[in-house]
């Protein structure tokens, strides 16, 4: 198994080494990518990562979407793990190994998300993944192989990825007008997933085992002041209608008010919902009947 992991970083020097030691332990060929966006804790890195094949590209605050693009382009293998650095790898990567056995048994699968995915529209109407916050729901089926769970989502939200990096190329990276030189791309992670949906790819959830928002992450993270709030409310708003303008007729949002808690989006027939609700929703119905024939 080859995998390139790619990580997004800015200030946050208590987790270097904690990081740099997991990746480094993994028994998998690996590279590891690291885009230093705060110019800094360049010889912790060095340090971090000794002893395996690792590159530095260093940047003035591009932030995430410019910085993920700029690695995935780099990557050396097809198999990628979008990294954050406020999230901790667990000590095994059992995570890489289940996805690359997912990949193979669907071949359309280019996203699997980590942290959590929605479905909004109809019966599957739902936040689901890691127990970590309110209204969200475990994941209801499993991989048949591994027996880890396993289910198809509309979007998965960042952090990590594990993705195709020839269909990533393929269908046009990140959006990069989702955000300016600086700001956090709010929404990306989420217009990503329903594009592959409506290119005829797939995006799955499974459970990763990561610690996710290690160490002080509202110091520098998007809410550290009123002034950043302020900003990400705004780009989260304009770039939500501008996910609704890109895919009108292919995404409604069903469940504003929370996909968890939209008694009005669960209770939808299928013949009503958008085809970015519909499609995860059929692709889990014959995940769970597959399963029970035992042809999976």
């Given at each position: 198994l080859r995998v390139s992991f790619l990580l997004q970083y800015?200030?946050?020097?208590?987790?270097?080494?904690?990081?740099?030691r997991q990746l480094r332990g993994y028994n998998v060929e690996k590279e590891v990518l690291v885009h230093d966006d705060s110019c800094s804790e360049h010889e912790e890195w060095i340090e971090a990562l000794n002893n395996t094949r690792y590159f530095l590209v260093h940047s003035g605050n591009l932030h995430e979407v410019r910085g993920y693009n700029r690695l995935t382009r780099m990557a050396s293998n097809d198999l990628i793990v979008l990294l954050q650095d406020d999230d901790l790898p667990?000590?095994?990567?059992t995570f890489v190994a289940q996805a690359g056995s997912l990949f193979?048994?669907?071949?359309s699968l280019a996203l699997i998300g980590g942290l959590t995915g929605q479905i909004q529209g109809g019966p599957a109407t739902g936040r689901y993944g890691k127990q970590r916050a309110r209204h969200v729901r475990q994941i209801p089926h499993t991989d048949s192989i591994s027996g880890l769970p396993f289910m198809f989502v509309t979007w998965v939200n960042m952090g990590p990825f594990i993705m195709k990096r020839s269909i990533f190329?393929?269908?046009?990276?990140?959006?990069?007008?989702?955000a300016c030189r600086g700001d956090p791309g709010i929404g990306f992670d989420y217009e990503y997933g329903i594009r592959l949906w409506q290119r005829g790819y797939q995006v799955g959830l499974t459970i990763q085992g990561f610690r996710y928002h290690v160490g002080k992450t509202r110091a520098g993270?998007?809410?550290?002041?009123?002034?950043?709030?302020?900003?990400r409310d705004m780009l989260?708003?304009?770039n939500s209608e501008y996910i609704l303008q890109l895919y009108r007729g292919f995404?409604?949002?069903?469940?504003?008010?929370g996909a968890n808690r939209s008694f009005n989006a669960k209770t939808m027939p299928l013949s009503k919902v958008c085809k970015a609700a519909l499609l995860p929703t059929l692709a889990n119905h014959r995940l769970a009947t597959d399963k029970r024939r035992g042809f999976i």
């Open positions: 800015f200030k946050r020097a208590s987790l270097v080494a904690q990081i740099g667990p000590p095994e990567p193979k048994q669907y071949p190329l393929k269908v046009g990276s990140f959006r990069e007008e989702f993270g998007t809410r550290s002041s009123v002034a950043m709030k302020k900003r989260e708003s304009r995404y409604v949002n069903h469940a504003p008010e």
